[in-house]
DNA sequence: GTCTATATCAGGATAGAC
DNA sequence: GTCTATCCTGATATAGAC
């Protein structure tokens, strides 16, 4: 049924993308890894920046899915619940990799390809503003702008570290220590 | 003259990566750019894989002069060595979004291209080495290793920060306000 | 909605003259 | 060393049948 193979794509589209980065993404490799014709992938997408913009939603709901809902936890919970979630990017785990991998490559398209900005903005966006939320309830007297700026500093970090480990540069648990030790020292920053 | 053609060729590949990326990077565009015809690009490079390998080393060589050599300043000096370094990154200039374009560029694709890896972890390790040294110098007391992570979060934010700068999702003044910011973060971290 | 077959074309690469 | 002219592959996209 067509939501089936729409979604089919999508997933095929990230498996692909962690392979051969956007700039490899050929239709008919998608095409293949998806058990569908090029045809079906232009009709359900319209061309190749279709297929890349709805695979970038797909991607950042499907990430959205990781963080947790619960708002009313105390500082405790939200400290674990931060560490959790900003280390949940450093995992070898098929599904993780796709997703930092499909991130960091849309990241660097996004450079040149203006039209993948608005859905890239929006998605960071996001991610900052839960980043902030959960140190706020771990520092509730800290003031907005300051939550908002450690957000930045902390999720443009990940984005760093992230691409280094994707690149083999940096092994993971070494990214995931330094990663770590950035949420203290945040922490540490906003404390009075 | 053959020295002047390469050289001219290869300063061309760099506006070309920087305004298309690697991945837009179009041997005819690159002959129009430079003032030659695509034949003596490959007549010099072989083909379009050497023009890159060759711009990218042109490049961090050009990179490196950034870096000033005065080894004995003291740590007031180094402070303002260090933000000047750091910050220099983010400037609107031609020859600096080039280069941080490019960088970007080889980081994002040495994800797909293992044989990119090599030089960019040299190029990554002397990088993170000059910042713990000048971190060093303003800390004498501090531990390497605490010095090291530091230039390690420090140059990863760098490069995360410089990507949302140059896909747009983050303005200039806020990505060096935020640079700056880390600095002072990090210094603290560094202090006791 | 989905496929097969194919048009189209951009762009990498080379031949050969000068 | 450098150019003009051209070949040819690989990839996007569409036509049209089912």
Chains 1, 2 share one sequence.
Do not use: C
């Not at 890894?33 to 045809?39: K, L």
């Not at 890349?52 to 709901?61: K, P």
């Not at 959205?64 to 500082?75: L, M, Q």
């Amino acid at each position: 049924m067509s939501t089936d193979r729409r979604r089919a794509i999508l997933e095929g589209a990230a498996r692909v993308i962690a392979r051969r980065g956007v700039r490899g993404l050929r239709m008919e490799e998608l095409a293949t890894e998806a058990g569908v014709s090029t045809a079906l992938i232009y009709y359900h997408f319209k061309d190749r920046a279709g297929v890349l913009r709805h695979t970038l939603e797909f991607i950042s709901d499907r990430a959205d899915r990781y963080t947790s809902d619960d708002e009313d936890g105390g500082a405790h919970d939200a400290r674990r619940e931060l560490e959790r979630s900003l280390l949940l990017e450093f995992q070898d785990l098929p599904e993780v990799r796709e997703n930092s991998t499909a991130w960091g490559e849309l990241r660097a398209s996004a450079v040149f390809e203006p039209e993948l900005r608005g859905d890239l903005a929006r998605a960071t966006l996001t991610w900052i503003h839960d980043v902030a939320d959960l140190l706020g309830r771990i520092r509730p007297t800290a003031p907005a702008p300051a939550l908002t700026a450690s957000a930045e500093r902390l999720t443009a970090l990940l984005e760093g570290l992230s691409t280094r480990w994707l690149s083999g540069a940096l092994p993971l648990a070494h990214a995931r220590e330094l990663a770590k030790e950035a949420v203290t020292v945040e922490l540490e920053r906003l404390r009075d």
